[in-house]
């Protein structure tokens, strides 16, 4: 089994609550790493809107 379906499986046990503190982590992660990596294009919109 690939990463993708262990993911998916992973996510489809999680409550609903879980689901959104772990898309709002992945959205922080991916953030993140593009603040910290220059050559990466400017972090999205939704990164900006996370800082407020």
Known sequence: MDNA?????LLEN???NQKKEFLEFLIF???RVKQETPNIQEPSAVCHHQDD
């Not at 379906?5 to 499986?9: G, L, P």
């Open 5 to 9: 379906h262990k993911m998916k499986n």
């Open 14 to 16: 999680l409550s609903e």
């Open 29 to 31: 992660l991916d953030c």
